[in-house]
């Protein structure tokens, strides 16, 4: 079973950056498609960014520009650089690596943009 673990959130001022990382149990990473999605309090959780096979990358409209999703297979681990943080950005933040039919879900972790 391949476990995910989110890291990186915190407290950031508007206009500040915080780097998120997913690091994964296994090696898999190389094979699969993972995703960032996040969930703000009340709303559905959303797609922001995807890195695929290839290193070929999407993001959502509001976070191009901002947001860069980036991939070391070493590691076994993805990151989510954000910059230039909005207060609209808090949400609880979730990496998703597909595989096949297999999805795997971290645990999320926290961002809070506030002055």
């Known amino acids: 079973q391949v476990q995910l673990v989110e890291s990186g959130g915190g407290l950031v001022q508007p206009g500040g950056s915080l780097r998120l990382s997913c690091a994964a149990s296994?090696?898999?990473?190389?094979?699969?498609?993972v995703d960032w999605y996040r969930q703000a309090p009340g709303k559905q959780r959303e797609f922001v960014a995807s890195?695929?096979?290839?290193?070929?990358?999407v993001y959502k409209d509001s976070v191009k520009g901002r947001f860069t999703i980036s991939r070391d297979n070493a590691r076994n681990t993805v990151y989510l650089q954000m910059n230039s943080l909005k207060p609209e950005d808090t949400a609880v933040y979730y990496c998703?690596?597909?595989?096949?039919?297999?999805?795997?879900w971290g645990q999320g972790t926290q961002v809070t943009v506030s002055s």
């Open positions: 998703n690596a597909k595989l096949g039919v297999l999805s795997y």
């Open positions: 296994g090696n898999i990473f190389d094979m699969a498609v």
């Open positions: 890195i695929q096979r290839g290193s070929f990358t």
